[in-house]
């Protein structure tokens, strides 16, 4: 799959969600492809995370995004079930606006039920694109990628590095670093490079061209 010159849409519930699942690829692609990452919850309801939303903006500046690409919205976190038609109303507004030739979202095998609601309606505002789920290791059951994207050791870093601006979230196993740094060396073996990012193949849709 090529990802020079296309839309690329990141689609994650709660801030640090998107840079987990794929912040090397982030990285990886920025400058070739049109990247818009959104964020569909700012948390902020929760008076123990009232610095992450200034630590998300950091942590996506070290992955090399562009504010303007980077957006949060304020659907209330854990309650994404009961707002199932206002977020796919939301992510058909995005497909109109943005108009995204691939899609990230979480992987089906997430069991937070705000990742759930992301995904289920993704397949529906997203019929005919290509839709890959990525993985958040914490609330994950059974997750094995079938789409790998090899990443080089600087993404690697990178990824570590962004991630390390989540000061509220230190002392979290999922957000340490040789964690981080194995789970794309696994992947990467997998794929037979040095590292690589592992994702769901939700719906792939291709097409032959003659050369």
Same mark, same amino acid.
């Given at each position: ?15 640090? &969600? ?28 929760? *008076?123990? @995370? ?12 070290? %992955? ?11 659907? /209330? ?13 939301? @992510?058909?507004? %995005? ?5 995204? /030739? ?20 993704? #397949?529906?505002?997203?019929?005919? @694109?290509?839709? %890959? ?10 997750? !094995? *990628? ?7 050791? /600087? ?7 962004? %991630? #390390? ?14 964690? #981080? ?8 073996? #997998?794929?037979?490079?040095? !590292?690589?990012?592992?994702? &769901? ?11």
């Amino acid at each position: 799959m090529n990802f020079y010159g296309k839309r690329v849409l990141f689609v994650g519930a709660h801030p640090d &969600d998107i840079e987990l699942g794929a912040g090397a690829l982030i990285h990886n692609i920025r400058g070739q492809s049109e990247i818009l990452c959104v964020t569909l919850s700012d948390n902020q309801k929760n *008076p123990m @995370l009232k610095n992450v939303v200034e630590e998300h903006r950091a942590s996506m500046a070290v %992955l090399g995004v562009n504010p303007k690409d980077d957006l949060i919205e304020s659907f /209330e976190t854990r309650k994404f079930p009961d707002m199932r038609q206002e977020v796919l109303e939301y @992510l058909l507004k %995005l497909r109109r606006d943005f108009k995204p /030739e691939i899609i990230f979202c979480h992987s089906q095998n997430d069991l937070h039920q705000d990742h759930n609601v992301i995904t289920q309606e993704a #397949l529906r505002a997203y019929r005919g @694109l290509t839709v %890959l789920g990525f993985d958040v290791v914490r609330s994950s059951y059974n997750f !094995f *990628p079938h789409f790998f994207v090899g990443v080089s050791e /600087e993404d690697v870093n990178k990824k570590i590095e962004a %991630l #390390l601006k989540y000061k509220t979230y230190h002392d979290k196993y999922y957000f340490n670093a040789e964690l #981080l740094r194995a789970t794309m060396v696994r992947h990467g073996a #997998l794929a037979e490079k040095p !590292f690589a990012e592992g994702f &769901d193949i939700l719906r792939v849709v291709g097409q032959f061209k003659k050369c």
